[in-house]
């Protein structure tokens, strides 16, 4: 499996997400410019976490007007996996391509720790090697991660089984303590916490390589066959 790691103007977490896929997942990885068009050739999109273009208007904001995002577009209406984490959430918000928005932090300040995650749905290609109800451990660094939608919007991810990840406790001021939600296609992911940080017991957790060993799984069991 092919996996894109797109870069912008101060990204700042693409480093990590190159190499947690080529060190510690094992597939093979491309840094892809934001002022590129294409994806072709890839299985996988990874956005990452930083501050695109300074998180000047808002953050995420214009990132979306990067050329490569209508081919992140185009790669998630196609229902290949989509990945974004912190400001790459924050872009898909922005994009369209997952519903809410994100406000500043309760209390208006900048959170940099680990955090327990509880597993709110394993039926997703991003997290089918997790138990459902398990709690794991991943760290999250940022500012902006206080999720917001209406409670009309919050119904429907609660109904469709859309809410991924929660946190145990409650951190930043997320509605109904959110930390992950899926598209309802199931095949784009947007999280706060930074699983690519979490991918080997020598970062202080393992539990986020599981997220992306269940993209690879998802994509092999579509795409191998045995005769």
Same mark, same amino acid.
């Given at each position: 499996? $092919? ?17 947690? %896929? ?26 990452? *976490? ?7 208007? #808002? ?10 995002? =209508?081919?992140?577009?185009? !790669?998630?209406?196609? *229902? /290949?996996?989509?990945? *974004? ?18 406000? @500043?932090?309760?209390?208006? /300040? !900048?959170?940099? @720790? ?5 597993? =709110? ?5 991003? &997290?089918?090697?997790?138990? /459902?109800? =398990?709690? %794991?451990?991943? +760290? ?10 209406? =409670?009309? &919007? ?10 991924? !990840? #929660?946190? /145990? ?5 997320? $509605?109904?303590? %959110? ?15 930074? +699983?690519? @940080?979490?991918?080997? $017991? ?7 390589? @599981?997220? !992306?060993?269940?993209?690879? #799984? ?10």
């Amino acid at each position: 499996m $092919k996996f894109a790691v797109i870069v912008f103007p101060g990204s700042n977490c693409d480093s990590d997400m190159f190499f947690a %896929i080529q060190d510690a997942l094992q597939e093979e990885v491309e840094y892809v410019r934001y002022d590129e068009t294409s994806l072709e050739g890839f299985d996988g999109v990874l956005l990452p *976490g930083g501050f695109s273009y300074g998180d000047y208007l #808002r953050s995420g904001a214009i990132a979306c007007f990067a050329p490569i995002m =209508e081919a992140v577009k185009q !790669f998630a209406i196609d *229902g /290949k996996p989509v990945l *974004g984490v912190c400001n790459g959430f924050q872009m898909l918000l922005e994009l369209g391509l997952l519903p809410g928005a994100m406000k @500043r932090n309760d209390g208006l /300040k !900048f959170i940099c @720790r680990p955090v327990d995650l509880v597993v =709110e749905n394993n039926q997703t290609m991003f &997290t089918s090697s997790y138990e /459902k109800g =398990e709690v %794991i451990s991943v +760290p999250v660094a940022h500012g902006e991660g206080n999720y917001e939608c209406d =409670e009309a &919007t919050l119904a429907t991810l609660e109904e469709n089984n859309q809410v991924v !990840f #929660r946190y /145990k406790e409650a951190i930043n001021g997320s $509605k109904a303590n %959110i930390a992950g939600i899926t598209n309802e296609q199931g095949n784009v992911l947007g999280m706060m916490p930074h +699983p690519e @940080r979490a991918v080997e $017991k020598l970062l202080g957790s393992a539990d986020g390589l @599981r997220l !992306f060993q269940s993209i690879v #799984r998802n994509w092999r069991e579509s795409h191998v066959t045995t005769s």
